[in-house]
């Protein structure tokens, strides 16, 4: 029985000692101000990365890496269309306001509720990778709240909180930028990660040829790395002129 007893105490041991370090990395919420400074900051930041090109930019594709994987997304935002693909298998278009598409395994469609799920996976994918591509964007996005909080230095930050919208509404971001409120980091408030405050920074941005500017590098918990970046004025300047969502524009026609 001594062998339970050491295996019960080194248990103990563990959770103590996660819980000491939750505690000392784990940072509250920080409480800021509301009001027109902290609209105005995030609008600074929105007009440095050139918020009204990515407007003006009716499709994207990238390729989002972490944790060694890798998942392509091409987005018509015209239309409110995706292509999504992940591990060499799955390749699903998707309508992000209806959440409904077609899904293939190994080029075949996938039918029922299996095909479902992967389309529902598909849009989730999109939200997460599309938000890390540019959330600056979204800064005044409905349902969204800012605030402006000091930091530790005694310079300013913008709180953008998201009370609805996305996979995970509730999740809250700390924008930190340099003189010319162009961002270099954020602090992460979210339901994935159990502790607040994680920072992540934000560099190596890119110039889109539209002229939307993203970052594609992000060193934190994990890396995080936005890579085959590119944008036109609509989908068929990414595509050679073929539109990659005719089939799901004529299986919606047909409902």
Do not use: C
């Not at 062998?3 to 800021?32: D, H, M, Q, S």
């Not at 944008?231 to 990414?238: I, P, Q, S």
């Amino acid at each position: 029985m001594k062998w339970l007893k050491r295996i019960l105490i080194f248990i103990i041991g563990l959770v103590f000692t996660a819980f000491i370090a939750f505690l000392l990395v784990n940072e509250p919420l920080p409480k800021g101000e509301t009001g027109s400074a902290a609209d105005d900051f995030a609008r600074k930041m929105q007009q440095v990365t050139h918020v009204q090109a990515w407007k003006n930019t009716g499709a994207v594709q990238f390729s989002f890496g972490g944790l060694g994987s890798s998942r392509h997304t091409l987005w018509d935002k015209k239309r409110h269309y995706a292509q999504v693909r992940w591990g060499e298998t799955y390749n699903v278009l998707v309508d992000i306001n209806k959440k409904q598409g077609i899904a293939r395994k190994n080029g075949k469609v996938v039918p029922g509720n299996k095909g479902q799920e992967l389309v529902t996976k598909a849009w989730k994918i999109w939200v997460n990778d599309s938000f890390w591509l540019n959330p600056i964007a979204k800064a005044f996005d409905p349902g969204t709240s800012r605030s402006l909080v000091t930091l530790e230095d005694g310079s300013k930050g913008v709180m953008v909180s998201y009370s609805s919208g996305g996979d995970t509404p509730g999740d809250a971001y700390l924008w930190i930028v340099d003189k010319n409120f162009l961002p270099t980091h954020w602090k992460l408030w979210v339901s994935i990660i159990p502790v607040g405050g994680v920072k992540f920074s934000w560099e190596n941005w890119k110039t889109l040829s539209t002229g939307a500017k993203v970052a594609t590098f992000h060193d934190g918990l994990i890396d995080v790395e936005i890579s085959n970046v590119k944008g036109a004025k609509d989908l068929l300047g990414l595509t050679n002129g073929k539109d990659i969502f005719a089939e799901l524009v004529q299986r919606e026609l047909n409902y």
